[in-house]
Every structure is written in structure tokens, then in C-alpha cells.
């Protein structure tokens, strides 16, 4: 698979543990690369050989959005909840409220936490203190993810980590670190990122010119 020497290791790493998500057992699974090293294509491959009861989570990193907080969060949350980059903030809110009416049963503790993310406003809604919001989402996002989890084995993968930004790396930390999520994680990277504790690393390499021959 593309043109790294360990794909196919590192592909029946990534079917073993989907295979242990569907008895319960979560886990977390970091694929770590240069560009061109196939890390793309590995996860390509892997979700194309799930099967359809397990359940496709993802967000992804991008190079202009290195320096807004969250964003691959966001994109992970708008590609889940059906919010488009041209919906109005009311079509917003009303995507969010129905989406966390739907996992959780009192939203109302999460839906604050969930504007704030989204720069809306809940009227009475009381402030949110910076030092204590990121705590907050954490445990906001743990209540979410675990809810999308519930419906069937769930693969949540978070493309291009190098690209994240500080405060989405914290995040991330946290929740491999304490991981209550019953899911697999799964994301990429190039040489740099820290994909924090509980992860097992997958690292691929450019082929040698013997292995390229054969």
C-alpha cells in the first residue's frame, strides 16, 4: 500500500483493533510518517475494509487553520452534524441543539459549551471562564463522542495532527491520556507531533531501492 515498507504491518494492526472495538475493547493509534510515506492511503485502505455496522468518525487539520483553536474538533463535529461553512449562525445553533438533544440527557450544561466553541451566544447563559472552559469541553466532548459511540463500533479519526493547533492538542492529550471514550482513535502525522500517552505509535518509512525493486 502506497510507498511505505510497513503499510501491510501497520494495516493488520489497525483491522486487529477494529476487530477489539467490536467486542468493546477501545484503543488509540497513532500513524506517524513523512510526506509521501502512504499514511493517507493506510487509513484510505482501513476504512474501506471496515464493515458497514462500524461507524466513520472524522476530522482533519489544515495548514491555514494552524493557528484557530479547535479546528479540527470542529471539523470533526461539522462533518458529523451536517453544519456547512455557508450556514447562517441561527442554521448553526439548530444543528447543535438538535444533534446534542440527541446524544446526551441533559444538554443543557453542553450546549453552552458548544456555542462558546462555535462563537455563539445563548442568552442566559452564564460566562464561561477561560482557564475553566478548556476542562469543560473536555468533558463536554468525552459526554458527546460517547454518545455518537453508543449507536455502533466507532473509529474516530483525526487527520494531519502536524497541522493542529496548541489548544487541540491539549484536547486530544486528554482524552487518549484518560481514554473513556469506547471507540478507536486513530490519526496521522508527520515527524514533530507528540501524539501524547496511551497511543500506540505505527511509524512508516520510504522504501528502500531493494525494496522498491521487488
Known amino acids: 500500500i502506497g510507498s511505505g ?4 504491518w501497520g494495516h493488520g494492526v489497525l483491522l486487529s483493533a477494529a476487530e477489539k472495538l467490536r467486542d468493546g475493547q477501545p484503543g488509540v ?14 487509513v484510505e485502505e482501513f476504512r474501506s475494509r471496515l464493515g458497514d455496522d462500524v461507524q466513520w468518525l472524522e476530522g482533519r487539520a489544515y495548514p491555514y487553520a494552524e493557528n484557530i483553536p ?28 438538535a444533534a446534542i438533544s440527541a446524544l446526551v440527557q441533559d444538554p443543557g450544561d453542553v450546549l453552552p459549551v458548544i456555542a462558546r466553541l462555535y462563537d455563539l451566544e445563548i442568552a442566559g447563559a452564564p460566562p464561561i471562564d ?43 492529550h486528554g482524552l487518549t491520556g484518560d481514554l473513556r471514550i469506547p471507540a478507536l482513535l486513530v490519526g496521522n502525522y508527520r515527524p514533530g507531533y507528540d501524539p501524547g500517552p496511551g497511543a500506540r505509535v505505527l511509524e512508516l518509512r520510504e522504501l528502500s531501492a531493494r525494496q522498491t525493486r521487488e
Not at 515498507?5 to 501491510?8: A, Q, R
Not at 474538533?73 to 441543539?97: F, H, M, Y
Not at 469543560?136 to 449507536?151: H, K, N, V
Open 70 to 97: 479547535y479546528f479540527p474538533l470542529i471539523d470533526l463535529l461539522n462533518r458529523s452534524w451536517g453544519i456547512d461553512e455557508n450556514d447562517t449562525p441561527a442554521a448553526v445553533r439548530q444543528k447543535i441543539e
Open 29 to 42: 493509534i497513532a500513524i506517524c510518517g513523512d510526506a509521501g510515506t502512504g499514511k493517507t492511503r493506510l
Open 130 to 172: 477561560r482557564e475553566a472552559f478548556q476542562g469543560r469541553l473536555l468533558d463536554t466532548l468525552r459526554r458527546l463522542l460517547t454518545g455518537l459511540a453508543s449507536r455502533a463500533p466507532t473509529v474516530i479519526c483525526l487527520q494531519d495532527l502536524h497541522w493542529a493547533d496548541a489548544s487541540t492538542v491539549t484536547m486530544i
Open 5 to 8: 515498507s510497513e503499510p501491510l
